[in-house]
């Protein structure tokens, strides 16, 4: 395994409720990231972190916030679930992306009704 | 991040090679190569990557075009667990992730 986990793997929530989507890794990797996964879009990213406490928007950022006070956990936070934020839910590590492996959880599937 | 082109989906046997091709025309000079590949219901997985020169490993190999904009993964003998979408990425430096494209849906028949 690649030491990088996905807590709940499945939820389902209400409309306008919070919810929040953790990711937990043991490699003492630099940079994490939160994808999501809809037919027709493919992986697209929200949220990403550079390192404790630096984090920064992706391509679909609007309604999700992120937190990692500690190198091991990339917090996904969805502040007043929506429907249209019923997804599968990737977290990701690496060392560096560049010229580097990224490994992947193993997904979060969140319904929101 | 430089934009690729890849079949929406490609057909082979099982035992038999697989040549996934990537079209990469407007890569820079400093874009790595990756390759990844989702299978069924799990998140994806990394499988190859470079930047000049051909690259093997224990998955598959990766040849790169001498111009560099194009690239094809090599799956020597497929077998039904190679059967996934198969995504040609690249990556230019900096923090921000992967960029996924639609991939290719490569299908193994028996």
Not at chain 1, 15 to 31: A, I, K, S
Request: proline share 4%.
């Amino acid at each position: 395994d690649a030491g990088i986990t996905q807590s709940p793997r499945h939820k389902v929530t209400e409309t306008g409720t919070p919810v929040t989507l953790r990711c937990h890794q043991t490699e003492n990797h630099r940079y994490m990231y939160w994808y999501r996964q809809d037919p027709g879009h493919g992986l697209r990213l929200i949220h990403y972190s550079y390192g404790v406490k630096d984090t920064d928007k992706g391509e679909v950022s609007d309604g999700y916030s992120v937190s990692r006070s500690k190198t091991e956990d990339f917090l996904l936070t969805l502040e007043s679930a929506t429907s249209s934020q019923t997804s599968v839910y990737f977290c990701a590590m690496g060392r560096e992306f560049l010229s580097g492996e990224a490994f992947f959880g193993q997904g979060t599937r969140l319904t929101v009704v | 991040d430089a934009k690729t082109t890849q079949p929406n989906s490609m057909e082979s046997n099982e035992e038999e090679p697989v040549h996934l091709p990537c079209n990469h025309s407007t890569i820079s000079g400093t874009d790595y190569i990756h390759w990844y590949r989702q299978l069924p219901s799990q998140g994806p997985e990394y499988v190859i990557h470079g930047l000049t020169s051909n690259v093997n490993n224990r998955m598959a190999s990766l040849a790169i075009a001498e111009d560099r904009k194009s690239s094809t993964l090599i799956l020597h003998r497929a077998t039904l667990r190679d059967a996934a979408v198969y995504y040609c990425i690249l990556r230019g430096g900096g923090a921000d992730g992967l960029t996924f494209g639609k991939g290719t849906h490569l299908i193994i028949q028996p």
